[in-house]
């Protein structure tokens, strides 16, 4: 038989193959990867793409029924064969159903973008065991990676579909708060329906695609630009730094804009964008951009802080000497004499690296022009923000753009900042055509913002009697080329370097420092994840050198009510960290003994260690307003709209806020339609970031439905006791055994098409700090405590967390299943950051270099609720988001302590610096002998 | 990804005839799962695709007088489910099992994992294998080489080999059988990788027109042997180190060892050092630890990798141990 000819390039195969059940044939080349083909020819938008790379799992479907990697499959291998994907698999009941209910009850999903992969794989699973083990679920989901949840929640999920489910709560009227209700948008999730930034585009919308600096920093200069559009068929334009209308720079924080949409003459780091190529999706995506004329200069680039602040070192911005962006100061008592006279002192250095956010879903939007308007519509943890600067760029009102959030897959900080909008604006807007832009993995590593590299020097003195007399602490942080939330870690760290311990003398004093290495940003915690993993290592240190137990020393030193923090604040109510210390006592001494008993007898190379570790994370902006403003309707047909812009990017605010908001207006949950944080038709609810949304938002919302109750109780002449019933189209209100009905039908309708509307702002009070950094910070401090236990192997410096118990104090636990979600899923980050996550700028661009966890490395985690209530927050809640990060790295690297007795003072505690470590103290030990 | 022709021959012969006899013009497209990641980064980028999948042939474990025939298109999977293959060679299962992850598995085939191009980072960046800047700097050297050759590095090729599932096959004693348009031809597994001279030369002996068609293990009469793998996460990135070890005992004394290492090297390292270490005497922590230090003798690290002597060392030590303790 002969070969079938070649095909030659270009020419596209029609193939046959069968999705979910049904033959499709598709017209497509045969190199084609078979996620694309789903995804744009079919429609399947479910499958997601996380890395292109067969590192992530996001686009696992079914191929003759066993998981594979959709894209790493050759559209013409498909031919013939039964492809299966998260969409199809609703027609596999009951299994499927139970899986299903299962997630959402469990809170398997939170952003949902490896939902879908996570799903298809446990099918996989199921539908050979169904009643798996759990080490056979861990197996089957290993390659699928999560970022949000820990995974712990969806390995419960799958254990259990196949039970019996118990069916969803569904509280009744004005008892939203405290329940484990299902999230709002978990459906979406579960089914592969939820649109993220790259699963919607308009018909014949161009591609956009970026050309980026190579190097670390370079002059450079363009060719023939207009050459290279018209010898490239397809190509419809090039625009750069001269095409932008806006001239004036844009940035997160507009006291320090300094960003451009395009470098000008030169790039300032590895990524920075010069130019977009704008034309016809193949064509772009063929483009050989080797070819593509710019020739670079590589200059010396600037890499380390040292390097940054050498005198006479080249100015990265000419306007900011010795290259700082800004710093941060907070002073109290006299920390020289404190420590003078301390009865012992620790001093001590550490440093941390870059860390990548690597949500699972890569930035990704499109953007049309709508008469003398612009419409973005894209993945962001911040519209407003992104519209002011859209705003800016194309020299345009605000109120002439657009900005349409899609479900985000995961932020954690680095969504805040624009990505693909300002590319996609700009080419919508010139060429009067959508424009869509979808970031490869390698881009958004390459591009986008990381946690701030640290290095911080500690000195820290109690007396004999166990109390903590000072603290001088110092940080430079490793800020990159640009400003993003540079400004913002300066500033907060100094106010939470003390930890949630009353610390009367200190000294904590910042500076972000510019480099020519990617722009750090915003990352869960702002800095004070950092900070945390040297102050709690020096405490340790201090407690080991007073004789003391570490926990008891914690216990005895931490903060209350009525004693001031380092700014002076006394928070007088809803400081629950001594009722975190208190509650991880019995784990404590059980894990300890344990650790102790197994080290006594063991004799191979593993050593078991425990380690704990206190946070404190301030809610909001730290003395800054940060308003948001919610808006609540009630409808015609008695139902209720909420427009609250807290954009969910899977901490779960859309369910949070809406049960807030219910209970306020004590009506039932089922009754609300949530309305998105569309900018053209939400007001402004501020940014997802800051651990805010639940506390700022939360309490806008609470006020919201309470105004919005009252003005229906007026309607009805009732007073404030009355009960409301809400019925279709009918209000029932009932006072003292006097019934009426509202017929809503017969009201009229307001300027936002309701029968009746509350708006209701918030903004937390707060003061701003004076020179010495003493005032109000924020209104409300989440606070908690992390215990890690640990196992590692003394001879190979790798470390398992066997166990974590999480203590937070939340105020009040609008919903636990979510909050245990958070708290879970920051316990993964804080595990990575202390164990195996760091980014080399120019390395590793990919998820297998850049390692975060998978299942496998994540071990039970025990939460422990506390609910102190905040005097200020809606019901008394605090944050979460941000504080679940923080304690886990630091108990981590002091059980590594604990177990092996060195101390890691650079992570992430990778094996070979672990090894190092123990290598130093052998030798130190027999030089002593 | 660039535009290239795609074909998909039924037969070797005809796979043969449709590869350039040049590297750089065709390649072969198995499973896909390091191609396409090659070709999306324009590190590989060949005029035409050779798709052996259609090939029937090539697929499949079979056993013959020869020992276990595994037919170069086999999945990682399939090796890993088959019964024979976790009977007889249950250190290779083991490694299969433990190599990447379900949905990888599921298409990754045997031939494409032993013909997988290293995961350097300079490689992987399109710097070549044997990366240097204009002015001839050895970027390995000189950069960033955490995760680089600790053996056989003195140049100019310093990355890993980056197979798990090799060094266990050559404990075993694996041959690789190649089919090219001059006829067939079996190698031991361990001669199939060479380290490049040139940035022309390839990490395999292997013609640009030649295809691996089966992977033939001997009966593992009286070789107990053993797999272990340091990877810094549980499950799924690639190792730090591998060594894999089979011992054929006399008794309570070694017969005969084959130590072989992976990750350490720009090819599987098979190390008679620590070979002849081991011959005569017992298998326990004292001659594993001397056969270990004798493996790792001549480990020259680079500037960011000397760690990784020690984890060889320990792989190698517990491989040792884990083979005397361990079944065939
Ligand atoms: C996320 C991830 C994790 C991984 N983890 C591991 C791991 O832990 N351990 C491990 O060993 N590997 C690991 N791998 C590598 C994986 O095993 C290989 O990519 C796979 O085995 C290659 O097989 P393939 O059929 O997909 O080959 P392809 O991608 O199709 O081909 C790979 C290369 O081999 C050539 N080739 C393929 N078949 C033949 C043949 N028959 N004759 C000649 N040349 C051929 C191709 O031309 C190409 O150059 C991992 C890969 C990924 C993506
Ligand atoms: S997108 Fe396929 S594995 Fe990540
Ligand atoms: S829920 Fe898994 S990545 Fe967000």
Same mark, same amino acid.
């Given at each position: ?22 033959? *499709?044939t ?8 078979l996620?694309?083909v ?5 429609g ?10 067969g590192?992530?799992g ?13 894209c ?8 013939g ?29 939170q952003c ?17 065991h ?13 390659? *699928?990676?999560c970022?949000c ?16 489910n ?7 009227s ?18 592969g ?15 956009v ?9 370079a002059?450079f ?22 095409? *932008? ?22 790039a300032?780091?590895?990524?920075e ?6 034309g016809e ?10 070819s ?17 602040l ?24 006299d ?7 301390a ?22 939007g ?10 973005v ?22 109120d ?21 909008q300002?590319f996609?604006?700009?080419a919508?807007?010139h ?8 970031y ?9 913002t ?12 109690a007396?004999?009697?166990g109390k ?34 009353q ?5 904590a ?18 800095g *004070? ?7 709690e290592?020096?405490?340790?240190q ?11 020393f ?12 380092v ?8 400081v629950?960290i ?15 003994a ?21 946070m404190w994370?301030g809610?909001g ?7 948001s403003?919610?808006?609540?309707g009630l409808?015609?047909?008695?139902r209720i ?10 901490q ?15 009506a ?17 609810c ?6 805010r ?26 007073g404030?006791n ?15 055994g ?17 029968v ?20 109000v ?37 609008i919903?636990?299943?979510?909050i ?6 920051g316990?993964?980050q804080?595990?990575g ?19 975060i966890?998978?299942v ?22 605090k944050g ?25 003072r650079?992570v ?19 030089h002593?002998? | ?34 191609l ?17 999948k ?11 007088s ?28 083991e490694a ?13 085939t045997v031939?494409?994992?032993l013909c ?11 710097l070549?294998?044997l ?5 001839g ?14 053996l ?8 890993v ?7 266990v ?34 990490e ?10 089966e ?9 107990k042997?053993a ?7 549980a ?60 493996a ?11 760690y ?21």
């Amino acid at each position: 038989m002969l070969a079938t000819p070649p095909i030659p390039r270009d020419v596209q195969l029609s193939l046959s193959f069968t999705v979910n059940g049904k033959p *499709v044939t598709v017209v497509a080349s045969p190199g084609e990867r078979l996620t694309r083909v789903l995804r744009e020819d079919l429609g399947l938008t479910g499958t997601k793409v996380g890395c292109d790379a067969g590192d992530c799992g996001a686009c696992t479907v079914l191929l003759d029924g066993e998981p594979v990697c959709a894209c790493l499959v050759p559209v013409a291998q498909a031919e013939g064969h039964e492809i299966t994907t998260v969409e199809g698999l609703a027609g596999r009941p009951p299994l499927f159903d139970r899986l299903q209910k299962a997630f959402l009850q469990h809170g398997a999903a939170q952003c949902g973008a490896c939902t879908p992969g996570m799903l298809v794989a446990a099918t996989a699973l199921l539908e050979k065991h169904e009643h798996p083990a759990e080490n056979e679920v861990m197996d089957a989901l290993g390659g *699928v990676l999560c970022r949000c949840t820990g995974y712990r929640k969806i390995i419960t999920a799958v254990l259990e579909a196949g039970a019996e489910n118990v069916a969803p709560v569904s509280p009744t009227s004005g008892c939203a708060v405290g329940a484990r209700l299902v999230r709002l948008d978990g459906q979406r999730k579960v089914d592969g329906t939820e649109i993220y930034g790259a699963d919607e585009c308009p018909e014949a919308a161009l591609a956009v695609r970026a050309i980026r600096c190579p190097h670390h920093r370079a002059r450079f200069q363009f060719g023939d630009l207009d050459e290279f559009v018209t010898s490239h068929p397809g190509i419809h334009a090039i625009f750069t730094a001269k095409d *932008v209308p806006g001239k004036a720079c844009y940035g997160v924080i507009p006291s320090f804009a300094d960003q451009t949409v395009f470098a000008e003459n030169e790039a300032r780091f590895r990524g920075e964008a010069v130019a977009i190529v704008v034309g016809e999706q193949a064509a772009v995506e063929g483009l050989d951009l080797a070819s593509f004329p710019v020739a670079w200069d590589e200059l010396e680039p600037i890499t380390t802080i040292d390097a940054a602040l050498e005198p006479g070192a080249e100015l990265i911005h000419a306007s900011r000497p010795r290259n700082v962006l800004t710093g941060g100061r907070v002073v109290r008592g006299d920390v020289e004499r404190a420590l003078a006279e301390a009865d012992v002192v620790v001093e001590d250095e550490y440093e941390t690296g870059f860390v990548e956010h690597a949500y699972i879903e890569p930035e990704a939007g499109f953007a049309r022009r709508v008469g003398d308007g612009i419409e973005v519509q894209a993945c962001t943890q911040s519209p407003y923000m992104d519209r002011a600067d859209i705003a800016k760029i194309l020299d345009i009102a605000p109120d002439k753009v657009r900005i349409i959030p899609t479900a985000v897959g995961g932020g954690f900080g680095s969504k805040l900042d624009l990505s693909v909008q300002p590319f996609v604006a700009l080419a919508a807007w010139h060429l009067n055509k959508p424009a869509r832009m979808v970031y490869s993995r390698f881009e958004s590593i390459l591009s986008t913002t990381k946690r701030h590299p640290a290095r911080m020097r500690l000195r820290a003195g109690a007396s004999r009697d166990g109390k903590l007399v000072g603290l001088d602490f110092s940080a430079d942080f490793n800020t990159g080329a640009y400003s993003s939330w540079g400004p913002t870690v300066a500033a907060r760290v100094p106010v939470h370097a003390s930890g949630p311990y009353q610390v009367p003398n200190y000294r904590a004093v910042t500076r972000a420092v510019h480099t020519h290495l990617v722009p750090a940003g915003a990352f869960r915690g702002f800095g *004070v994840p950092q900070t945390a993993i040297a102050q709690e290592q020096v405490y340790d240190q201090l407690a080991d050198r007073l004789g003391m137990d570490r926990l008891e020393f914690r216990i005895l030193n931490a903060l209350d009510d009525h004693s001031p923090t380092v700014t002076g604040q006394v928070l007088g109510a809803g400081v629950g960290i001594r009722a975190c210390l208190e509650a991880l006592r019995p784990r404590w001494s059980a894990a300890r003994a344990e650790a102790t008993a197994f080290n006594a007898t063991a004799t191979g190379p593993i050593r078991r260690g425990v380690g704990m570790a206190g946070m404190w994370y301030g809610c909001g902006n730290t003395s800054l307003p940060n308003p948001s403003t919610v808006r609540v309707g009630l409808k015609a047909d008695g139902r209720i709209a909420l427009h609250q812009g807290a954009v969910d990017i899977g901490q779960g605010s859309n369910t949070i806020v809406t049960q807030i908001c219910a209970d306020a207006m004590q009506a039932p949950i089922e009754r609300f339609d949530l309305v998105s944080g569309d900018t053209a038709i939400t007001p402004d609810c501020g940014k997802t970031s800051a651990s805010r949304q639940t506390f700022v938002t939360g309490k806008a919302a609470a006020m919201a439905g309470e105004k919005l109750r009252a003005a229906i109780l007026q309607l009805a002449f009732a007073g404030e006791n009355a009960a409301i019933r809400f019925r279709d189209h009918c209000l029932e209100v009932e006072e003292g055994g006097r019934k009426q009905a509202i017929h809503l039908a017969q009201l009229p309708l307001d300027e936002f098409g309701y029968v009746a509307t509350a708006e209701a702002t918030f903004d937390p009070p707060t003061s701003p700090l004076d020179e010495n950094g003493q005032g109000v910070p924020y209104a409300v401090f989440g606070f908690g405590a992390h215990l890690a236990e640990i196992a590692i192997d003394t001879e190979l410096g790798t470390v398992q967390v066997l166990r974590i118990t999480a203590a937070h104090d939340v105020g009040r636990a609008i919903n636990p299943t979510l909050i245990e979600g958070q708290i879970e899923g920051g316990a993964a980050q804080g595990l990575g950051h202390a164990l195996m996550e760091e980014f080399f700028p120019g390395k590793g661009e990919n998820l297998h270099d850049y390692l975060i966890p998978s299942v496998g490395d994540m071990p039970p985690v025990e939460s422990i609720l506390i609910e102190d209530p905040s005097p200020v927050g809606p019901f008394g809640a605090k944050g979460i988001g941000e504080q679940a990060v923080i304690p886990t790295a630091p108990a981590i690297l002091n059980a590594i302590h604990d177990a092996t007795g060195v101390r890691i003072r650079r992570v992430p505690a990778t094996p070979d610096r672990i090894r190092a470590a123990i290598l130093a103290a052998q030798n130190t030990r027999s030089h002593r002998a | 990804m660039r535009a290239f022709d795609y074909v998909s021959p039924t037969s070797t012969r005809q796979a043969a005839n449709l590869l350039s006899s040049t590297w750089g013009n065709t390649e072969i497209l198995a499973g896909g799962t390091d191609l396409l990641a090659l070709m999306k980064e324009d590190v590989v980028t060949p005029k035409r695709l050779v798709n052996i999948k259609e090939i029937a042939d090539l697929r499949g474990v079979k056993s013959d007088s020869s020992g276990l025939r595994i037919g170069s298109l086999t999945t990682l999977a399939e090796v890993a489910e088959d019964a024979g293959v976790r009977e007889k060679y249950p250190a290779f299962a083991e490694a299969v099992r433990e190599a990447a992850s379900p949905q990888i598995r599921n298409m990754a085939t045997v031939g494409g994992n032993l013909c997988q191009r290293p995961r350097c980072w300079y490689f992987r960046n399109g710097l070549g294998l044997l990366p240097k800047d204009e002015s001839g700097k050895e970027l390995v050297e000189e950069g960033d080489n955490r995760y680089h050759a600790i053996l056989g590095n003195d140049g100019p090729a310093r990355f890993v080999s980056p197979s798990t599932i090799v060094p266990v096959l050559i404990a075993y004693g694996a041959k690789v059988r190649l089919e090219g348009p001059k006829g067939k031809r079996e190698l031991p597994l361990e001669k199939f990788y060479v380290i490049p001279k040139t940035d022309r030369d390839r990490e395999h002996d292997l013609l640009p027109n030649e295809i691996v068609t089966e992977v033939v293990i001997p009966a593992a009469n009286g070789w107990k042997v053993a797999h272990y793998e340091i990877r810094q996460k549980a499950a799924f990135d690639w190792p730090l180190a591998v060594a894999a070890v089979a011992l054929k005992m006399d008794g309570s004394s070694v017969q005969a060892a084959r130590v072989v290492l992976g990750h350490v090297a720009p090819t599987p390292w098979p190390s008679p050092q620590a070979e002849a270490a081991l011959k005569g005497q017992p298998a326990n922590e004292d001659s594993a630890k001397k056969a270990a230090d004798a493996a790792l003798a001549n480990a020259k690290p680079l500037s960011q990798n000397a760690y990784k002597v020690q984890l060889a060392r320990v792989a190698v030590k517990r491989a040792i141990l884990k083979a005397a303790g361990g079944a065939a």
